[in-house]
């Protein structure tokens, strides 16, 4: 279960909206239960339910579990796309280990807003799930270009379909590169053009076959745990 307070051994935290109802009544969880807490900075802790009523609940934690640990996964750029879409990537995604989700804004892009409040429950609710002790990074949407000039220079995979481009799985050794992925209606050639003359991009391919966007994020996403990751 995610909190935001700190955790540290005896000292009592109370439990965010919802999560006493949840606890309560999809969990069966009593007073004095045992839970697991996590806040992505303290490591995972065992805690006791100490108090649970209606939707209030009390956790003091006892003994930490496991060290913390940040995913190794990549930097996702990923064009916004419509909202169930883009609620879906962010929920694969963090399965499969990304660090940080940062929505851009294309020209082909949809117009839908980015609501990273909502990104980062899910984001949140996927860490949980499978157990993953950091919640990545839900970044504010900025337009592409402006993510170019802002780039640090590490290395940028950019998924690009009919393109003459190095399947992903085959890009030469190195450290992780970042992905930027396309929304729906594909990038524009000017777009493509202006990624393309950056040294630290590489043109990357994802098979024959034209994917859809979100079906590209976490195709990528596969490909680089299964070459890099850990
Ligand atoms: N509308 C575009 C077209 O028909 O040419 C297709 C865009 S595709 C649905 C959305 C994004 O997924 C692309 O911008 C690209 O980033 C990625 N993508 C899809 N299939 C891919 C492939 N086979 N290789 C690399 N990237 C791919």
Same mark, same amino acid.
């Given at each position: 279960l995610?909190?935001?307070?700190? @955790?540290a051994?005896?000292?009592a935290i109370?439990?965010?909206? %919802?999560?006493g109802?949840y606890?309560g009544?999809v969990?069966?969880k009593?007073?004095?239960d045992e839970? /697991?807490?996590?806040?992505?900075r303290d490591?995972e802790w065992k805690a006791r339910?100490?108090?649970?009523r209606?939707d209030d609940a009390?956790?003091?934690?006892e #003994? *930490?579990r496991?060290?913390q640990?940040i995913?190794?996964?990549? =930097? +996702?750029?990923?064009?916004?796309l419509?909202?169930? &879409?883009?609620?879906w990537v962010?929920?694969k995604?963090? #399965?499969l280990?990304v660090r940080a989700?940062?929505?851009?804004?294309?020209? *082909? &892009?949809?117009?839908d807003?980015?609501?990273? $409040?909502r +990104?980062f429950?899910i984001?949140r609710? $996927?860490? #949980?799930?499978?157990?993953r002790l950091?919640?990545?990074e839900?970044a504010e949407a900025? !337009?592409?270009y402006?993510? @170019?000039g802002?780039?640090?220079g590490?290395?940028?995979a950019?998924?690009?379909e009919?393109?003459r481009?190095?399947? /992903?799985?085959q890009l030469? !050794? %190195? !450290?992780m590169?970042?992905? @930027?992925?396309?929304? #729906?209606?594909?990038?524009t050639g000017?777009?493509l053009d202006? @990624?393309?003359r950056?040294?630290? =991009?590489?043109m990357v391919? +994802?098979?024959?076959?034209?994917? *859809?966007a979100e079906?590209?994020?976490v195709s990528?996403?596969? =490909?680089l745990?299964?070459t890099? %990751?850990?």
């Amino acid at each position: 279960l995610y909190t935001e307070h700190d @955790l540290a051994e005896g000292e009592a935290i109370s439990a965010a909206p %919802g999560q006493g109802r949840y606890l309560g009544s999809v969990m069966r969880k009593k007073e004095g239960d045992e839970i /697991l807490l996590f806040n992505g900075r303290d490591g995972e802790w065992k805690a006791r339910v100490t108090a649970i009523r209606k939707d209030d609940a009390t956790f003091t934690p006892e #003994e *930490r579990r496991r060290a913390q640990t940040i995913a190794s996964g990549p =930097v +996702l750029l990923v064009a916004a796309l419509k909202r169930e &879409a883009m609620e879906w990537v962010v929920e694969k995604v963090t #399965e499969l280990g990304v660090r940080a989700i940062h929505p851009v804004l294309t020209t *082909r &892009a949809v117009p839908d807003r980015v609501n990273r $409040a909502r +990104l980062f429950l899910i984001a949140r609710e $996927a860490a #949980e799930q499978c157990e993953r002790l950091d919640v990545p990074e839900i970044a504010e949407a900025v !337009p592409l270009y402006n993510a @170019l000039g802002a780039w640090d220079g590490s290395p940028l995979a950019v998924a690009a379909e009919r393109r003459r481009a190095v399947p /992903l799985a085959q890009l030469p !050794p %190195g !450290p992780m590169p970042a992905l @930027l992925i396309g929304p #729906e209606g594909g990038f524009t050639g000017p777009e493509l053009d202006a @990624l393309a003359r950056h040294p630290f =991009v590489a043109m990357v391919s +994802l098979g024959p076959r034209i994917l *859809r966007a979100e079906t590209a994020a976490v195709s990528a996403l596969a =490909v680089l745990q299964a070459t890099r %990751g850990d």
